[in-house]
C-alpha cells in the first residue's frame, strides 16, 4: 500500500492532536469540487470548497461552501459587514494563502483570515475539504475545525 504523502494540513492537525480522515485521488490539475466528491464516492453537501474574496475594504474573507453550490456575495458581505466582496484572482491565491487554486484549505494559510462556514455543515458530523494539495482531503468535525479555525456558521449561499 502506498503511503499518504503528509500535507502540512495534515501536520497542523496532528499537531493539535486533531482526529482526522484523509483521502487521496488522481489528478493532474485543479478538477472542480463536484469531481472530486464523486471520485472519493462521498456526499457533494459534505464536501467543501474554500474560497478566498476581497471585500470592499481590501480585506481578504474565506468562505467555506458545499461543492456544488455558489457562494452568495450578497449574503457573503453581509455576513462580514462589508458592501460587497469579489472572488480575489487566481494569480493572487498563492501570494496571499499559500495555496493554488484546487488545493486551497482554510487550515494553514499564511494569515489567518475571517472565515465563514456554510450553516449547512451542521446537517453532517465531519466535513471534507482540500488537505492544501490538488489530490489531498481531509475529513474532519467542525468542532475540531474550530480549534485551528474561527469561523462563523452563516447561510451564504445561492438558494
Do not use: W
Not at 50 to 78: C, Q, R, W
Not at 85 to 114: D, N, V, W
Not at 152 to 158: A, P, T
Amino acid at each position: 500500500m502506498k503511503k499518504i504523502e503528509k500535507t502540512n494540513v495534515m501536520r497542523i492537525l496532528e499537531q493539535k492532536k486533531i482526529e482526522y480522515k484523509s483521502y487521496e485521488y488522481e489528478t493532474t490539475e485543479a478538477i472542480s469540487g463536484i469531481e472530486v466528491a464523486k471520485v472519493l464516492g462521498q456526499d457533494e453537501n459534505q464536501v467543501f470548497k474554500t474560497l478566498v474574496t476581497i471585500g470592499n475594504s481590501k480585506t481578504n474573507y474565506v468562505f467555506m461552501i458545499p461543492v456544488h453550490k455558489e457562494l452568495d456575495l450578497k449574503k457573503a458581505a453581509k455576513a462580514v459587514g462589508e458592501k460587497s466582496i469579489a472572488m480575489i484572482k487566481s494569480k493572487e491565491l498563492l501570494p496571499l494563502t499559500g495555496y493554488i487554486h484546487g488545493g486551497c484549505s482554510p487550515i494553514g494559510m499564511k494569515k489567518q483570515f475571517r472565515t465563514t462556514v456554510d450553516v449547512s455543515a451542521e446537517n453532517f458530523d465531519t466535513i471534507i475539504f482540500s488537505g492544501g494539495k490538488i489530490g489531498y482531503q481531509v475529513e474532519v468535525s467542525l468542532e475540531d475545525l474550530s480549534k485551528i479555525v474561527r469561523f462563523e456558521l452563516l447561510d451564504i449561499v445561492v438558494e
